[in-house]
């Protein structure tokens, strides 16, 4: 390899920091004399060096600290379901492609379908674009968020419908969380005294506990009738048999006051002296109970002579 010098060697880098890898102008420029192979030996060789690794220690350093700015345009999407917005541009009704645009001098003195003001900063159409509907800025966030209105409107088919209360208050549900809330007209089936008095009269044909179990059975009403036609004056002087009405607590407790309950003497029974179990276990030990281990006298040994 050819040797360079400190002189040659400061303008190879100065020429590689300047053009990159590009030998052809590193060689026309900077170092004519030397051959084109001897400069791409020299940047080999230079590549192992100590001074290779520290310049690309100190270019990673300088790039991380150069302040990096990223400059974002502020943008906002215009609601295509505003009637009208700061620059005057009218919108379209809800989004919808093609649809004619209305501006907000079609919609003067028009109230707001959920609350029914006239004044807002802001307007929303709300609904087909040929009824023209609106809404305002709080009602609008309302609609987005439960997809339904504070107050529904009414149309004519729900203002003859049947699900609305007494009170006329709307039950159909449009959404909004309010609206689930509302419970219908509740209703209380009273039971005449002649049904009552059929229930017992007929009861081997109602067979109420069976027909309890098959709530979808019908019950033939005209045999129903035909028998307590017949058998009804059976049961005219007999007065019906109806429960007991619950007695209130003070009640209850005036009559435990009056009559307390009488609490039993228990006595616990010890077993008896003269009973088998106590002389069983009264009763010294045999010498039968010993076990085959056991020690034994002298005189139980048998020397085979007997």
């Not at 979808?216 to 007991?244: Q, T, V, W």
């Amino acid at each position: 390899m050819e040797e360079w010098s400190a002189s040659e060697a400061s303008l190879f880098e100065e020429a590689l920091e300047k053009y990159g890898k590009d030998f052809n102008d590193i060689r026309q420029d900077f170092l004519p004399w030397k051959s084109l192979t001897s400069i791409i030996e020299y940047y080999y060789m230079w590549k192992t060096t100590d001074r290779y690794i520290q310049q690309k220690r100190l270019k990673a350093a300088e790039a991380e600290s150069k302040l990096k700015q990223v400059y974002i345009p502020t943008y906002n999407k215009p609601n295509p379901s505003q009637i009208s917005s700061n620059n005057g541009k009218p919108g379209a009704m809800n989004g919808a492609v093609g649809a004619p645009h209305q501006t907000q001098n079609s919609l003067i003195g028009r109230a707001c379908e959920s609350c029914y003001i006239t004044q807002s900063h802001q307007w929303y159409s709300w609904g087909p674009p040929n009824m023209q509907c609106r809404l305002c800025a709080p009602c609008w966030i309302y609609w987005k968020k439960y997809g339904g209105l504070k107050m529904p409107t009414l149309t004519n088919e729900d203002r003859f419908s049947p699900n609305q209360t007494t009170e006329g208050i709307p039950v159909r549900n449009t959404g909004s969380p309010k609206s689930a809330v509302k419970t219908r007209q509740s209703f209380f089936l009273h039971t005449t005294y002649l049904t009552k008095l059929a229930r017992q009269v007929c009861r081997n044909t109602l067979q109420l506990k069976r027909a309890a179990r098959r709530p979808f059975a019908l019950i033939n009403c005209a045999a129903i009738r035909a028998e307590y036609a017949d058998r009804h004056c059976e049961f005219i002087g007999n007065p019906l048999k109806i429960k007991s009405t619950r007695k209130s607590l003070s009640c209850i407790i005036g009559y435990l006051e009056i009559h307390p309950a009488m609490k039993p003497n228990i006595i616990k029974s010890t077993p008896s002296l003269q009973s088998s179990m106590s002389k069983r276990l009264l009763a010294p030990p045999g010498h039968s109970s010993l076990s085959i281990l056991g020690k034994r006298n002298y005189s139980h040994h048998h020397n085979g002579l007997d």
